[in-house]
């Protein structure tokens, strides 16, 4: 085992080729040691962090506080089972959670990770309402295991995975900017009728639950129309199902709130959470109504490390920074940040749509030459995205590329970015589409 303080980017890249699936090399940026905004690799070179990890160091890298209340908590137990022995950190993260998560949501159940988390409300929207049919969206992203894959609706994720969970049908998303249904009039809230039609029409009309991301990210930082989740909750209802609102990206102040929910004027029955949740220690969890959480016996779930203690002490003080300014700063930091995209949006014709909330905001890049699928918006371009992104990570700055056609660049940096930092993103994109565009 090599020592990790004289490693070199090449050294360490060696090790994953050898030892790793050949998965890792998404964002090309080998990582010794990261603080705030700034990641720095093993050959010394710094960079600026416009991702988080995908969302999850929202109170900055190696926060104080977060890491201080870690190494508190490793002194007095480490594991011991959470729902075989109950501990003071889990317990007091539930109470907390009681009053952060929005109306009259209750009783909180702890994983490891988001996708663990979305396959716990699937199981128990099932218990509850004795139903078996789940509804997700075309283009959304709920994890990797096969039950939330099930539920992710692009078949890039799926590839040689099937078959998945059964009883899972997909109603399309509120993607303004390409909406099938509306053309070049835009989504509105009527939109969500589409998924009466699937439940209609690829149902049994044994609905469980709809589970929507408020703000989908994978799918290309993609805003619903105000009105569209309300309306998706009135046909969860109206087909005695239950809403899961999947905030395991968007929560812990992504969007300047707390929740991206807290946007749309909604109360979800059960609210998925996890990156953000404890700032990079592996947690997830799901809240939901008391009435709902009770359809639990005995048995009917478990996690050997779901709950662990120095993670829910580290979400306490996460939440604690969050309430410290964080939030704060993604409100006015992101409405800065959106008004700058906006500027790049109307200066580039191969800017389609600059769009988010918050500190989560995406630059959708097209082809103004070429037409889009089925005539709507102009065709996506991929390939402009990535060269984009690899000139940003030559100068210093990583950003993510997503969307259902892999042409948005998406902006997610630490809730404790500072507006020089911001500048210094937007400056570097504005002069990577410039050197695109004139070659």
Known sequence: ?????????????????EYLPPIWKQLHVPVKHASGATIEDFDGNEYLDAFS????TNVGHTNDAVVDAAKDQLEDVIHGCSYVHPNAPVGDLAERLATETPGDLQKTFFCNSGTEAVEGAIKLARKYTGNTEILALEMGFHGRTLGSLALTGNSAYKNG????????????PPYTYRCLSCGDEGCTADCADHIERVIGTQTADDLAAIVVEPVMGEGGIIVPPEGWLKR????????????IVDEVQTGYGRTGEFWAIDHFDVVPDVLTQAKGIANGLPLGAFTARS???????SGDHLSTF?????????ALATIDELHNGAIENARTQGEWLAAELAELEAAFDVVGQARGLGLMQGLELVDPTAEGPRGVAPAPDSKLA??????????????????YYSNVLRLQPPLTIDRAQLERIVSAIREALNAEVDQ
Not at 53 to 56: A, E
Not at 161 to 172: G, K, R, Y
Not at 234 to 240: F, G, L, N, T
């Open 1 to 17: 085992m090599a020592d990790s303080t004289t490693l070199s980017n090449t050294e360490v890249e060696a090790q994953y080729d």
């Open 53 to 56: 990890g995908i969302s999850v």
């Open 161 to 172: 995975m099937a078959p998945t969970l059964n009883d899972v049908v997909h109603a399309e």
């Open 232 to 243: 998706v909750q009135e046909i969860a209802h109206a087909h005695d199902a239950v809403l």
């Open 291 to 297: 009435e709902i959480a009770d359809a639990f016996g």
């Open 306 to 314: 779901g709950g662990n203690p120095v993670a829910c002490a580290a």
């Open 386 to 403: 990535t060269n984009v992104s690899d000139r940003l990570r030559e100068n210093g700055i990583i950003v993510g590329v997503g969307g």
